[in-house]
């Protein structure tokens, strides 16, 4: 028999070109696998770009709605901003609520009344509401798509605030507006006419959170929304659902009322839900239900625990 020689292993006859240990098929000559590689390395390259953008992006429009960034109504949050979190840091809390209305000009000089024009809603200021603290007691009704929910107002803690909400209510300002956030074991938010976080009355007002003694964030307390500046509280209102997440903005909010019936309601809300129709009741004195040293001391009304 005629000797042999060994065959060369040639670039097509190499191994390495036979198929790949991944079973990808055969390649067209040395170069190509050079290319294949290249290919896929960029294809990697610009997916992980494509990747971060998409990442940036998010990012950039969730500051510019005002949420501290957050992934979630549900996650801590950092800093103070507007809109969906405001000037409250949180380590161990849901973000904060909803930021009232947030001129061009937010933040500007108050006048004598604690009232600053932004020119965004249908009113310029509320009108002197003559509440009488000492000889009255005030009563809010909530009437909803979910069930009626009942507060009693602190206007000896907060005379603005409450003469502008009661003043906004008697105009029937809040009729037909919704929930527009709701995070649960935090707040239920309503009081936006746009339904965004980002409307308000036309005004804002001065934030009276008695910071040396303020009104502890209690189950079904009844607070005031802002943006990062102090006295920038419009329309917007919150419902406290728990006492532990909310208890960091002890201080920083006003707190201007107290559920009195209906906690059960406030705590089925929803995105989405309705107030049908918000009432103010004048009543004597001695029908108070709670007051702010009430809700200092712990005694909440029976059935909002």
């Known amino acids: ?14 191994p390495r070109y036979r198929g790949s240990s991944t079973g990808g098929g055969p390649t067209g000559g040395g170069a190509g696998g050079g290319d294949d590689a290249s290919r896929r390395f960029a294809l990697i390259a610009l997916g ?7 990442l940036l992006v998010g990012f950039m429009m969730t500051r510019r709605s005002g949420t501290p960034a957050t992934t979630g109504d549900a996650t801590p949050a950092t800093t103070a901003t507007a809109d969906d979190g405001l000037a409250v840091s949180t380590t161990a809390a849901p973000a904060a609520p909803t930021a009232a209305p947030a001129g061009a000009d937010a933040g500007a000089a108050l006048d004598a009344n604690g009232v600053h024009t932004t020119g965004e809603g249908p009113y310029a200021a509320p009108e002197d509401q003559a509440l009488d603290a000492a000889g009255k007691s005030y009563f809010v009704t909530f009437e909803t798509n979910k069930g009626t929910v009942e507060a009693e107002l602190f206007p000896e803690a907060a005379p603005i605030t409450v003469n502008s909400f009661i ?20 707040v239920v938010q309503g009081g936006d006419p746009k339904g965004s976080g980002m409307g308000g009355p036309g005004y804002e007002i001065k934030g009276e959170f008695n910071a040396d003694n303020p009104i502890p964030h209690s189950v079904g307390s009844l607070a005031m929304a802002r943006s990062g500046s102090p006295d920038s509280a419009g329309s917007q209102f919150y419902f406290v659902l728990e006492r532990e997440s909310a208890a960091q903005l002890d201080g920083s ?7 009195t019936k209906g906690m059960d309601i406030v705590r089925q809300m929803a995105v989405g839900d309705t107030m049908t129709k918000v009432t103010v009741e004048e009543k004597d004195k001695s029908a108070s239900v709670i007051s702010p040293d009430d809700v200092r001391a712990g005694k909440l009304p029976d059935g909002v625990k």
Not at 167 to 186: I, M, N, S
């Open 1 to 14: 028999m005629p000797n042999r020689k060994p065959s060369k292993l040639t670039e097509r006859s190499h």
């Open 48 to 54: 992980g770009l494509a990747l971060a953008a998409v």
């Open 167 to 186: 003043f906004l209510a008697r105009k029937g300002f809040y009729d037909g507006l919704t929930f527009h956030r709701v995070v649960p074991g935090f």
């Open 253 to 259: 909010y006003a707190v201007f009322g107290q559920v």
